[in-house]
């Protein structure tokens, strides 16, 4: 079993940075992939950022450049740093690990 806590989530103006973290208990281990996902309204969930256990990280195409996927690994950590932010990137952001997924968090870009 894994629990996944996010925080950091809220409301924003467009242009604007918000920091996600989320903080994993449970059977987890290093080499463990972790992601952030999101689910807009009416939309289905999709990846906006992984990272694996080596530091690669990849990103959906709609937040390269602007979004920034790290962990720390002494604190099972994996936060995601968000800059620019766009009314469409409003959603409620999920982190996933090992099958599990967080309660998540609301985001909210205002134009």
């Given at each position: 079993q894994v629990q996944l806590v996010e925080s950091g989530g809220g409301?924003?103006?467009a242009?604007?940075?918000l920091r996600l973290s989320c903080a994993a208990s449970?059977?987890?281990f290093n080499t463990d992939v972790m992601g952030w996902f999101r689910q807009a309204p009416g939309?289905?969930?999709e990846l906006v950022a992984g990272i694996i256990s080596g530091g690669s990280t990849n990103y959906a195409d709609s937040?390269?450049?602007?979004f920034t996927i790290s962990?720390?690994?002494a604190k099972n950590t994996v936060d995601l740093q968000m800059n620019s932010l766009k009314p469409e990137d409003t959603a409620v952001y999920y982190c996933?690990?090992?099958g599990f997924w967080g309660q998540g968090t609301q985001v909210t870009v205002s134009s």
């Open positions: 409301f924003v103006q242009g604007g940075s449970g059977n987890i939309k289905q969930r937040v390269k450049g602007r962990r720390d690994n996933h690990r090992r």
